[in-house]
């Protein structure tokens, strides 16, 4: 009986376990993956590759993605012009001069500077006066939220709109790649922030608390200490990403530009679901319109809800001079056979010609 227990077979996986090369514990979070960055120049025919390796995995069921990743974006040269450093820089003078560069204005700064060059796949250089300018930028955030924590009493609607549009300008922007124009968005609610018209009554703890959680993939050092500094209890990576109220963010009225022949004449506020020929005909009754149109004839007009008007004049028809109505009689008479009389009768909108 014993010898029977141990001669007993183990039981045999199938072969297609077996080969499996992945673990399928964790792939259905990872894969695909969101966005690959490329340094150096990827051809086509590693792309392709690629594909193919994952189609081939996919279709043996190793993987249960079929594509490798969702988004691809080659990375562009990066250059730093230094007054100081000399004209042939070798590996080791540029490894140098990016140490020096930590340590004179913070990760934060060199980070935010690289992400304000343009977008990812440019190539772009940078130098010592860029650099100041953003530690400026960083100084300004922190005045900014230390000389506004626990003075809010409650928030207006002017920073509730702005806080939600921040949200909705930054979450658009980081999907779409464009990070340079996310910091642009974040120095937009800095400067509302800074500015003598924004109270410091207004601001409350929770749109600092939003505005924090929104810098730090940008400059997570300053966003740490803020956040220390309000005295937080939680950390920062424990909060969510904050959503946006589309209420606030696409008001339900909206200011129309209203142009005439290319030129700005005057603005007009109506709901962004209003029907087009009543964004006209409001367009066309307002009086400084009016007055800018005269008794010219309106050619068409164009409307695009939420934005703008665009009103074009028509073309006024020249009236023919005297000179062309007897240039043109002149002709006819040569044009007449010798013996008969050239017709003569005016020419509608003009007078009778003269002999030449």
């Not at 100081?84 to 070798?90: I, N, R, S, T």
């Not at 803020?226 to 696409?250: A, F, H, Q």
């Amino acid at each position: 009986m014993e010898a029977s227990q141990e001669e007993e077979p183990e039981e045999q996986t199938p072969s297609r376990e077996r080969l499996k090369p992945f673990s399928s514990k964790g792939l259905d979070k990872t894969l695909p993956v969101d966005v690959v960055f490329s340094g150096a120049r990827v051809s086509p025919k590693e792309l392709i590759g690629i594909r193919c390796i994952t189609k081939f995995l996919y279709m043996n069921r190793h993987i249960p993605s079929f594509e490798p990743f969702r988004s691809f974006c080659q990375v562009g040269t990066l250059s730093f012009d230094s007054k100081d450093a000399p004209e042939d820089q070798g590996s080791e003078t540029l490894a140098a001069s990016s140490m020096e560069l930590l340590g004179k204005f913070g990760a934060d700064a060199l980070r935010i500077q690289l992400l304000c060059l343009g977008p990812a796949d440019n190539s772009a250089s940078f130098d010592d006066d860029s650099l100041y300018k953003v530690r400026r930028f960083l100084e300004k955030i922190w005045r900014a939220v230390c000389g506004r924590i626990g003075q809010g009493r409650f928030v207006s609607r002017n920073v509730l709109v702005a806080k939600h549009r921040l949200i909705f300008d930054v979450s658009k922007r980081l999907e779409e790649l464009k990070f340079h124009t996310a910091i642009s968005a974040l120095r937009e609610f800095v400067n509302f922030l800074a500015s003598p018209k924004t109270t410091l009554e207004e601001v409350d703890t929770s749109t600092l608390k939003t505005f924090l959680v929104v810098l730090k993939p940008f400059a997570p050092h300053l966003a740490f200490e803020l956040w220390e500094r309000m005295g937080n209890e939680d950390t920062i990576d424990d909060s969510p990403w904050p959503e946006y109220s589309k209420e606030l963010v696409e008001p339900p009225e909206r200011e129309h530009a209203v142009f005439v022949n290319g030129q700005m004449v005057d603005r007009l506020t109506e709901s962004v679901e209003l029907d087009p020929k009543k964004l006209e005909s409001r367009a066309l009754a307002l009086e400084s319109v009016r007055e800018f149109i005269g008794r010219r004839k309106v050619g068409r007009v164009e409307v695009v809800p939420g934005r703008l008007i665009w009103i074009c004049l028509g073309k006024n028809k020249p009236v023919k001079g005297k000179q062309e109505n007897a240039a043109e009689g002149a002709a006819a008479a040569s044009k007449t056979p010798a013996g008969e009389e050239p017709a003569q009768g005016k020419a509608e909108g003009s007078e009778k010609p003269e002999n030449p």
